[in-house]
């Protein structure tokens, strides 16, 4: 077996001394040895193809004082005999190339906890960016869309250039992965090439990207024809995070908002933040993609001034109720936003959906839909399945407890 190939298995794969030997090339074997990246340890489990139990092996214990490889699921009742090269072998060291690597880039290393199959190595400011460089593994083998898990890591890491170290060609011939930008995948051969100093690539790449600050995807979602609003599912995992799913799909797709274009561009001093769009979509999910601005206030309990609204203005067309509504909300704000601007969002929420989906109809109802409660209703199914602690609601001082908003506003 390639070893490259083996490494795409596991974070640190194990190798008996007989599976050792069959690993190629032989030269970059031995050069993983004199490095520290192979090391010596004892094996705990036989790989067995005996059953269906998918029991992961045999356990390798003592047998009448012989050494044996014991059946977990007691399909074999006669434990099997192992040789000392079946109980001792090598064992990949993650922890010692990420240390390689860092010393010979002069790296810092750190950055976030492991997430799925993509492990930190450093993560620092190079020429003014914010810069990732991670190991991830079994791409194009038991990562489902790994695409989807790249293009989070962004909002995970904070990163403006994501440098992913991978130990095989693999990742390479996923199109979903080449379409991200701002994304470089390294080989673990070009690692070796260059004797783990990754500098030069990490520089270069980085001169070369242009300037952009959002690092959505450069392809849209991967809609299937025919799809529309209605039999399509957005679940917010996260608050940054949702599942998306559509009929057709073996697995739902996870998508950051960064991915989706809901990046704030004017606050990159705070990193990747998103803007209020995706803030109003959020609060439309907490309410199961049904809400108006009045029912909200309700439930924030948020109070409008004594004079109550005036009765002339019903005589006024919709458009012009809604806007003299708004008036009375000046100053009241919801999650950070101002009431007054929440129908622009929506507007910014709309376009981007059909965008991103490549679905023409829009996503929401009429806002005075016939037969429906006036206010902003999604055609697809769409709810938060996280718990929140409620947003942040402030109301100016003058607002007094006279009236909760009318559950009958235009709004």
């Given at each position: 077996?390639?070893?490259?190939?083996?490494?795409?298995?596991?974070?640190?794969?194990?190798?008996?001394?007989?599976?050792?030997?069959?690993?190629?090339?032989?030269?970059?074997?031995?050069?993983?040895?004199?490095?520290?990246?192979?090391?010596?340890?004892?094996?705990?489990?036989?790989?067995?193809?005996?059953?269906?139990?998918?029991?992961?092996?045999?356990?390798?214990g003592l047998v009448n004082g012989k050494l044996g490889g014991i059946c977990p699921s007691g399909f074999l009742?006669?434990?099997?005999?192992?040789?000392?090269?079946?109980?001792?072998?090598?064992?990949?060291?993650f922890n010692r190339l990420a240390e390689l690597i860092c010393a010979k880039s002069n790296l810092v290393p750190g950055g976030e906890e492991k997430t799925g199959n993509l492990m930190p190595i450093a993560y620092e400011q190079i020429n003014g960016k914010n810069m990732a460089v991670i190991y991830g593994y079994g791409f194009g083998y038991d990562l489902i869309h790994p695409e989807e898990v790249i293009a989070d890591c962004?909002?995970?890491?904070?990163?403006?250039?994501?440098?992913?170290?991978?130990?095989?060609?693999?990742?390479?011939?996923?199109?979903?992965?080449?379409?991200?930008?701002?994304?470089?995948?390294?080989?673990?051969?070009?690692?070796?090439?260059?004797?783990?100093?990754?500098?030069?690539?990490?520089?270069?790449?980085?001169?070369?990207?242009?300037?952009?600050?959002d690092t959505k995807m450069s392809v849209k979602f991967p809609t299937p024809d025919g799809t529309t609003w209605d039999n399509t599912t957005i679940e917010f995992i996260t608050e940054d995070g949702v599942k998306i799913n559509m009929p057709g799909f073996q697995h739902p797709y996870t998508k950051h908002f960064s991915v989706m274009g809901f990046q704030d561009t004017r606050r990159t001093s705070q990193g990747i933040v998103p803007d209020k769009a995706w803030r109003v979509f959020r609060l439309i999910a907490q309410n199961q993609g049904e809400w108006t601005l009045g029912d909200l206030l309700k439930k924030?309990?948020?109070?409008?001034?004594?004079?109550?609204?005036?009765?002339?203005?019903?005589?006024?067309?919709?458009?012009?109720?809604?806007?003299?509504?708004?008036?009375?909300?000046t100053g009241i704000t919801i999650a950070g936003m101002k009431v007054s601007d929440i129908p622009t969002y929506v507007g910014m929420l709309r376009k981007r959906l059909k965008e991103y989906f490549g679905i023409n109809d829009d996503p929401f109802y009429p806002y005075y839909a016939r037969g429906k409660k006036p206010g902003y209703q999604a055609k697809f199914k769409v709810f938060c399945s996280y718990k929140e602690p409620p947003g942040s609601f402030d109301?100016?001082?003058?607002?007094?407890?006279?009236?909760?908003?009318d559950e009958n506003s235009p709004l």
């Amino acid at each position: 077996m390639n070893i490259f190939d083996a490494l795409e298995t596991r974070l640190e794969p194990k190798f008996n001394n007989i599976k050792f030997r069959e690993l190629e090339p032989t030269d970059t074997v031995k050069q993983f040895c004199e490095l520290g990246l192979l090391k010596q340890v004892p094996i705990d489990k036989f790989s067995c193809d005996q059953c269906w139990e998918n029991c992961r092996g045999l356990s390798i214990g003592l047998v009448n004082g012989k050494l044996g490889g014991i059946c977990p699921s007691g399909f074999l009742e006669t434990p099997h005999q192992l040789t000392p090269d079946e109980t001792q072998g090598w064992q990949f060291d993650f922890n010692r190339l990420a240390e390689l690597i860092c010393a010979k880039s002069n790296l810092v290393p750190g950055g976030e906890e492991k997430t799925g199959n993509l492990m930190p190595i450093a993560y620092e400011q190079i020429n003014g960016k914010n810069m990732a460089v991670i190991y991830g593994y079994g791409f194009g083998y038991d990562l489902i869309h790994p695409e989807e898990v790249i293009a989070d890591c962004f909002g995970m890491f904070r990163a403006d250039e994501l440098f992913i170290v991978v130990p095989s060609n693999a990742a390479l011939l996923i199109g979903g992965i080449n379409s991200l930008r701002n994304t470089h995948l390294i080989t673990l051969k070009n690692v070796l090439r260059n004797n783990f100093d990754i500098s030069d690539i990490i520089k270069r790449k980085i001169s070369e990207s242009k300037a952009t600050s959002d690092t959505k995807m450069s392809v849209k979602f991967p809609t299937p024809d025919g799809t529309t609003w209605d039999n399509t599912t957005i679940e917010f995992i996260t608050e940054d995070g949702v599942k998306i799913n559509m009929p057709g799909f073996q697995h739902p797709y996870t998508k950051h908002f960064s991915v989706m274009g809901f990046q704030d561009t004017r606050r990159t001093s705070q990193g990747i933040v998103p803007d209020k769009a995706w803030r109003v979509f959020r609060l439309i999910a907490q309410n199961q993609g049904e809400w108006t601005l009045g029912d909200l206030l309700k439930k924030a309990k948020v109070f409008r001034k004594k004079k109550g609204f005036d009765p002339a203005v019903a005589e006024l067309s919709a458009a012009a109720q809604k806007e003299e509504y708004l008036k009375q909300f000046t100053g009241i704000t919801i999650a950070g936003m101002k009431v007054s601007d929440i129908p622009t969002y929506v507007g910014m929420l709309r376009k981007r959906l059909k965008e991103y989906f490549g679905i023409n109809d829009d996503p929401f109802y009429p806002y005075y839909a016939r037969g429906k409660k006036p206010g902003y209703q999604a055609k697809f199914k769409v709810f938060c399945s996280y718990k929140e602690p409620p947003g942040s609601f402030d109301t100016p001082a003058d607002l007094e407890d006279s009236s909760i908003a009318d559950e009958n506003s235009p709004l």
